[in-house]
């Protein structure tokens, strides 16, 4: 088989597992991102999120990570919902908490795209990427013609919005390579103007050390005082910049069964959530990304909550 049909099968493939979009780039160093994230991290908009500062030229050339790399090959994964809490004035957390915890779903995938390559091709070297190593998901999905990268920096896409994970596998096959598509946010400001404490401070640039994200998930000391009365309920994560883009008005519902709510969940009212026990926490959390703040932190984020 040449190349293009190496390409179309892994793109077939992909599909079967369930993901939502695959996109192809070259491996290659990312010149133009490198002064990006430098002056991203020399203004300190990763807060206490010091990992970020590691691994600099790994960030920026995948061929770093996997030896002697040609192709990263982008895969989406859809996780939105149109559940909501029963009660309108419970705490809210991100829609991508609301099921199993994503890194292992996905990885699990990965895994078996990789193995379905190194059957069907032959000796394939690679690795999975799954949102926790060194590795700008964004950048290569905008190179592999999977989006652009909209004002809130998150991926958008025309036909399917953002409510989407990325994850990559890197391999040293070469490919067929997509293109980047362009971008269509134009004069729109929505995210802009809907974020609750002002973390997008200029387009395509936000202060992670001020996302409601970072606060109530990164940041393990106290909240600042000074955003209180800010979080408009979110106790973990924040959807408020996706919630408003235009884009998102073509999102689909996702048919992944392992991200469907614990049933408790959504049933919880706001009392319930205020009196939380770290029984309930291990029940209704068990498989969640959720469990990454733990039972004191969520605990901390629902008393900042009932302050405000």
């Known amino acids: 088989m040449n190349r293009s049909e190496h390409t179309a099968m892994i793109k077939a493939e992909a599909a079967r597992l369930g993901f939502m979009s695959c996109g192809i780039a070259k491996a290659r160093f990312l010149e133009e991102e490198a002064p990006r994230l430098e002056r991203w991290l020399r203004e ?7 990992y970020m500062e590691n691994h600099f030229d790994k960030r920026l050339d995948p061929r770093l990570l996997v030896d002697d790399a040609r192709s990263v090959i982008s895969l989406t994964l859809n996780y939105y919902t149109d559940q909501v809490p029963s009660d309108p004035e419970a705490p809210k957390l991100s829609k991508y908490a609301y099921g199993s915890d994503y890194h292992y779903v996905i990885k699990d995938k990965l895994k078996a795209l990789l193995a379905f390559i190194q059957e069907h091709i032959g000796e394939v070297g690679g690795r999975a990427f ?24 998150n991926l958008l896409s025309k036909q399917r919005g953002s409510f989407f994970f990325i994850a990559e596998l890197i391999v040293d096959l070469e490919l067929d390579y997509d293109t980047p598509v362009t971008e269509h946010c134009g004069s729109c ?34 909240i600042p005082a000074e955003v209180q009365g800010k979080f408009d309920q979110w ?10 883009c235009p884009w998102n008005r073509f999102s689909l519902a996702h048919q992944e069964p392992a991200f469907e709510p614990h049933p408790q969940l959504l049933d919880m009212s706001k009392r319930d959530w205020e009196q939380l026990t770290e029984e309930t926490f291990r029940v209704v959390f068990r498989n969640s990304a959720v469990k990454r703040t733990k039972y004191e932190g969520l605990k901390r984020n629902i008393t900042f909550l009932k302050r405000s």
């Open 44 to 50: 300190e908009r990763h807060g206490e999120m010091k």
């Open 130 to 153: 799954v949102d926790s190593a060194p590795v700008l998901d964004k950048a290569w999905a905008r190179e592999a013609g999977l989006g652009w990268i909209g004002k809130n920096a």
């Open 189 to 222: 400001t929505a995210c802009i103007d809907a974020c609750p404490t002002e973390a997008i401070v200029a387009p395509y640039v936000v202060d992670g050390s001020r996302c409601i994200s970072y606060f109530t998930i990164e940041l393990k000391d106290q």
């Open 235 to 244: 106790m973990f994560g924040c959807d408020v910049c996706q919630d408003v």
